[in-house]
């Protein structure tokens, strides 16, 4: 199962290797990475990265999604429902990466609350998780901004994480 979720200036489409060339513009650049692990990924990690997002599609019917302007087509970034740590036991997370030009205009919000939607309306899923870096303020805006509250910091992937529910 894979979901194309659209709003009213996006696509979502579920992450495949044909993405390779716009994912890697995206996980490459040092400006979107610095929340997420902090370093640009190599080639070869985005090309990893993507081949671990489609088996978990197989699995799990969700994922990653690549962000596209419905206007244009043009890819813009990321976001995904996954297990927190991708460990099947802990509970369902969103999340996002956008390139740098699109920040500040409100995707990441409508693409985060697509997926929202999706969880709560196809999955049925009972709560959602959101982990942000607490210094990542524009991350944490989006959280409020879908309504989630704040609980605290947990540790998440090794670093102390702004943790919002819903």
């Known amino acids: 199962m894979s979901a194309v979720l659209?709003?009213?200036?996006?696509?979502l489409e579920p992450c495949r290797?044909?993405?390779f060339a716009d994912l890697r513009l995206v996980n490459g650049d040092p400006s979107v990475m610095r929340f997420v692990g902090g370093q640009p990924q190599t080639p070869e990690e985005t090309a990893a990265w993507i081949m671990r997002a489609e088996a978990r599609w197989r699995i799990h019917g969700y994922s990653w999604w690549v962000i596209r302007l419905a206007e244009s087509d043009a890819v813009i970034g990321a976001s995904c429902l996954q297990h927190i740590e991708n460990d099947p036991a802990q509970e369902l997370e969103i999340g996002w990466r956008l390139l740098s030009a699109h920040w500040g205009m409100g995707y990441a919000t409508e693409a985060a609350a697509a997926i929202v939607d999706y969880a709560f309306g196809t999955l049925?899923?009972?709560?959602?998780?959101?982990?942000?870096d607490p210094a990542?303020?524009?991350?944490?805006?989006?959280?409020?901004?879908?309504?989630?509250?704040?609980?605290?910091?947990?540790?998440?992937?090794?670093?102390d994480c702004a943790t919002y529910v819903l």
């Open 6 to 11: 659209t709003t009213g200036r996006l696509r």
């Open 136 to 159: 990542n303020s524009a991350s944490i805006r989006v959280m409020q901004r879908l309504g989630m509250r704040s609980l605290g910091l947990k540790r998440h992937y090794g670093q």
């Open 17 to 19: 290797t044909r993405h």
């Open 124 to 132: 049925n899923v009972p709560r959602l998780l959101a982990n942000a």
